[in-house]
């Protein structure tokens, strides 16, 4: 009697989809929903939960055959996001914040975009906001004058010049180009670029990792591909809308390390200590403004 021949292996998939939810609402099962149609080929979804009650994410992953992982502490977005995409078999991760829709196609342009293109180490979409407006989610790295300017005066001033200057050319969505970093609320990345670097910093609990990510990839030089053709609409804050104050703490916090990664030489002492203090005098002031 002949052996039995096992099957040859699934070949594994394209894109791994990461999503790092913290305590989701109604939004997961949208993203989960509208993941379905963005690629005509199969997608791995893997849920990954930071947070105590797992019930709505281990529903959605139930109901649309995704993997969940309980981290079982809350790792942030970006250590998040590292256990999601380990073991990736897929050549393209793509990470996503539970608050993203997609339209039907956008996940097979994007890594269309990323084929086309072998220096990619990074592509990322045009992210509407609710209204159609364009979030400005490819930009130039800061610098020191223009990073610090953005962040101490575009509450009391929107129309100062760093400003401008920082979020240049993000009025629209415009055409295709390299940019300084894009933005991890939807972000696909090359799987080989991706864990050349280690992945994200997850010294980064929320905010700046996605910043921290480009300027590396950028130096061990991949490019970071801003595809505006492709278009996902991103509803934003649902996680921490009803108390903003931690992450008002959080992404002051993660700004403070990223100046001080970024200008680690003795001499640039008196730039750290003035953006630490400016950073830390904006962040009373949107604590108090948030009540």
């Given at each position: 009697?002949?052996?039995?021949?096992?099957?040859?292996?699934?070949?594994?998939?394209?894109?791994r989809?990461?999503?790092?939810?913290?305590?989701?609402?109604?939004e997961?099962?949208?993203?989960?929903?509208?993941?379905?149609s963005?690629?005509?080929?199969?997608v791995?979804?893997?849920?990954?939960?930071?947070?105590?009650?797992?019930?709505?994410?281990?529903?959605?992953?139930?109901?649309?055959?995704a993997?969940?992982?309980?981290?079982?502490?809350?790792?942030?977005?970006?250590?998040?996001?590292?256990?999601?995409?380990?073991?990736?078999?897929?050549?393209?991760?793509?990470?996503?914040?539970?608050?993203?829709?997609?339209?039907?196609?956008?996940?097979?342009?994007?890594?269309?975009?990323?084929?086309?293109?072998?220096?990619?180490?990074?592509?990322?979409?045009?992210?509407?906001?609710?209204?159609?407006?364009?979030?400005?989610?490819a930009?130039?790295?800061?610098?020191?004058?223009?990073?610090?300017?953005?962040?101490?005066?575009?509450?009391?001033?929107?129309?100062?010049?760093?400003?401008?200057?920082?979020?240049?050319?993000?009025?629209?969505?415009?055409?295709?180009?390299p940019?300084?970093?894009?933005?991890?609320?939807?972000?696909?990345?090359?799987?080989?670029?991706?864990?050349?670097?280690?992945?994200?910093?997850?010294?980064?609990?929320?905010?700046?990792?996605?910043?921290?990510?480009?300027?590396?990839?950028?130096?061990?030089g991949?490019?970071?591909?801003?595809?505006p053709?492709?278009?996902?609409?991103?509803?934003?804050?649902?996680?921490?809308?009803?108390?903003?104050?931690?992450?008002?703490?959080a992404?002051h916090?993660?700004?403070?390390?990223?100046?001080?990664?970024?200008?680690?030489?003795?001499?640039q002492?008196p730039?750290?200590?003035?953006?630490?203090?400016?950073?830390?005098?904006?962040?009373?002031a949107?604590?108090?403004a948030?009540?």
């Amino acid at each position: 009697m002949s052996t039995p021949v096992p099957p040859p292996p699934e070949p594994p998939p394209l894109v791994r989809v990461v999503c790092v939810v913290f305590h989701p609402g109604e939004e997961l099962a949208t993203f989960a929903r509208t993941l379905a149609s963005a690629s005509a080929s199969p997608v791995e979804l893997v849920i990954v939960d930071n947070g105590s009650d797992p019930g709505v994410s281990q529903a959605v992953a139930d109901r649309y055959g995704a993997r969940l992982v309980a981290s079982g502490e809350n790792l942030g977005y970006g250590g998040g996001a590292n256990l999601g995409a380990a073991g990736a078999r897929a050549p393209w991760i793509l990470v996503a914040n539970s608050d993203i829709e997609f339209p039907p196609g956008s996940l097979d342009a994007l890594v269309a975009a990323g084929e086309a293109a072998p220096t990619a180490g990074s592509v990322g979409p045009a992210l509407l906001n609710t209204d159609g407006s364009v979030y400005p989610s490819a930009r130039e790295l800061p610098s020191l004058t223009q990073g610090a300017g953005h962040a101490l005066f575009v509450r009391l001033w929107p129309g100062n010049p760093w400003t401008r200057r920082y979020q240049a050319r993000q009025s629209s969505a415009g055409g295709q180009r390299p940019a300084g970093w894009l933005s991890g609320a939807c972000l696909l990345v090359r799987r080989e670029a991706f864990e050349a670097l280690g992945g994200f910093d997850d010294g980064y609990f929320m905010f700046f990792e996605d910043v921290d990510l480009g300027e590396r990839l950028g130096r061990a030089g991949w490019v970071n591909l801003y595809v505006p053709q492709v278009q996902v609409t991103h509803v934003g804050g649902t996680s921490w809308r009803a108390t903003p104050a931690p992450m008002i703490s959080a992404h002051h916090a993660s700004a403070a390390r990223y100046v001080h990664r970024r200008y680690p030489r003795w001499y640039q002492w008196p730039v750290r200590q003035a953006a630490a203090l400016g950073l830390r005098l904006r962040e009373r002031a949107e604590l108090r403004a948030a009540g």
